[in-house]
């Protein structure tokens, strides 16, 4: 079985082995990169700046959480507003290959800006096994790029330290639990955030939209789970859909957007199901949606396929 | 005991290493390994991968020379394919695929499903499957859409299964690869 002490024993000495000199973390608060923060910080202590990269697609409160999050760890911390950047670069990327990749060029550029600044040469990410797995190679096929393996530009000028290459999600939970991580539980989230849940054209707009309909599921979810109809899922998001249908809207024609919400239960991600909610949580969230973003939404629908052959997220 | 995972570029590749690591000394090799490399291997995976076995048999690169080697070896998804295949067996695209949960009907409870109850679930994600098993073959388990789920072979200990024991929906994974790893020990010990 697993040894999450073993691990970090043993991840503690690996980092402070490779790393010569400094190095920043990649950090979105997510669980790995959070892990792979703290086993890098009690490895190499000052040398390491995690930096916290705003791209503007993050979900509500995020930011702000994060930084709270790290204040405790004592470990140097510094956040970026990049979401101009951002969008700018994602003008027009409706691809979602295309997309994951613009966004992890982006990254990286960020990153070297602020290792030059702190004189790192190395960058420490929260890469795990999925990440590698899905973003093929020699023999295997490209499912999606991850944007910190697969999305990584060739010309990159830093080296990496990826301390949970081997590791799935429920092996790194472990970890953080007994690092007495805050995130532990955290559901994932992607590393190209909102812009792979937003299928349609990635504008401020656009992004708020599914941003806010994110919150409500994650809301009502929590909700539901703490009344005890359900538990809570693996994951659980919404995603808008570029397209449009008709509704009515208090005698009136509505031409409006859809919602799907997605929801599904894994061990380690590399296949689920989708989750069994409630019909009744299913009508809150619709409920909901289409009434508090009327203006946006007049149709919510519920993803119920499992990976394979779908994957978790839709792009 | 030492096994080696060849690596067919299947999603699920590093999976099998991770049940196998807590059983045995696992290592994932690339397809293209010279046998001589293996020769310390006490039983081989031949893991899944995207190439259609059928139609693109380029990209399975030496599985065959190790289908030659004297070891328990354990075909899974395009694995049991090739080995079918290698064996004189038929394969072809599946007239329904099969993509996440199948319910498994189990035949013979001699060897890989040892221990496990007639019926089961099991995750599968498949294109292509075996049409006709080679002769000196038994199909061991079926599924209603798939005939040949799992094979064995009556004078080796070659063993295949078209579904993914390695991941975590399907009952029994762990206890399949423990069943393989125990036939193994015995081959090893003559």
């Not at chain 2, 060849?6 to 994932?28: F, K, P, S, Y």
């Not at chain 2, 259609?52 to 899974?76: H, K, Q, W």
């Amino acid at each position: 079985m697993f040894d999450a002490e073993k691990f970090i024993d043993e991840a503690i000495a690996s980092v402070r082995e490779k790393t010569k000199g400094k190095a920043i973390i990649a950090c979105s608060g997510g669980v790995d990169s959070s892990v792979s923060a703290v086993i890098a910080g009690r490895a190499i202590g000052d040398r390491l700046l995690a930096v916290f990269v705003d791209t503007g697609l993050m979900r509500k409160g995020e930011a702000a959480e994060v930084e709270e999050m790290f204040r405790d760890t004592g470990i140097n911390f510094k956040s970026v507003d990049a979401s101009k950047e951002y969008f700018e670069v994602l003008k027009g990327v409706t691809d979602p290959e295309q997309k994951r990749k613009v966004i992890g060029e982006k990254f990286i550029r960020i990153f070297e800006r602020e290792a030059k600044e702190f004189g790192a040469k190395y960058l420490v990410q929260g890469t795990i096994a999925p990440d590698w797995i899905e973003s093929g190679d020699g023999v295997r096929d490209i499912i999606k790029s991850h944007h910190n393996v697969g999305g990584l530009p060739k010309d990159m000028d830093m080296m990496l330290v990826e301390p949970l290459r081997d590791l799935y999600k429920d092996e790194v939970r472990q970890v953080a639990r007994k690092l007495g991580i805050k995130s532990s539980e955290r559901q994932p989230f992607p590393g190209p955030g909102l812009a792979v849940r937003c299928l349609a054209e990635i504008t401020p707009d656009n992004v708020a939209v599914v941003r806010e309909a994110c919150f409500i599921v994650e809301d009502e979810i929590r909700k539901a789970a703490e009344a005890g109809k359900m538990k809570v899922p693996w994951q659980y998001f919404a995603v808008l859909l570029p397209t449009r249908s008709v509704g009515v809207q208090g005698d009136r024609r509505a031409y409006g957007r859809v919602i799907a919400v997605r929801a599904v239960d894994s061990i380690d991600g590399m296949t689920a199901a989708h989750s069994d909610i409630p019909l009744s949580v299913l009508n809150a969230i619709s409920q909901r949606i289409t009434s508090k973003m009327k203006n946006e939404v007049n149709r919510v629908v519920y993803d119920i396929t499992d990976k394979p052959p779908a994957t978790i997220e839709w792009e | 005991m030492k096994v080696y995972i060849i690596d067919n570029g299947g999603q699920w590749t590093h999976r099998e290493w991770r049940v196998l690591r807590d059983m045995a000394d696992a290592r994932i090799v690339r397809n293209d390994t010279p046998p001589g490399d293996l020769a310390d291997a006490d039983a081989l995976v031949l893991s899944g991968g995207a190439p259609s076995v059928a139609s693109d048999a380029g990209r399975m690169g030496r599985n065959s020379d190790y289908l030659e080697m004297d070891v328990p070896i354990f075909g899974i998804c395009a694995g049991m394919q090739f080995l079918s295949e290698h064996f004189g067996g038929t394969l072809g695209p599946g007239d329904d695929p099969e993509y996440g949960a199948v319910e498994l009907t189990i035949t013979s409870h001699d060897d890989i499903f040892k221990g496990m109850p007639d019926a089961i679930e099991v995750w599968a994600s498949h294109n292509d499957e075996v049409k006709t098993v080679p002769d000196g073959f038994d199909v061991t388990a079926s599924s209603v859409r798939c005939k040949a789920e799992a094979v064995r072979c009556r004078d080796r200990p070659i063993f295949g299964v078209q579904f993914h024991p390695e991941v975590e929906n399907t009952q029994y994974g762990p206890e399949m690869f423990r069943n393989f790893l125990e036939i193994a020990s015995r081959h090893r010990n003559g």
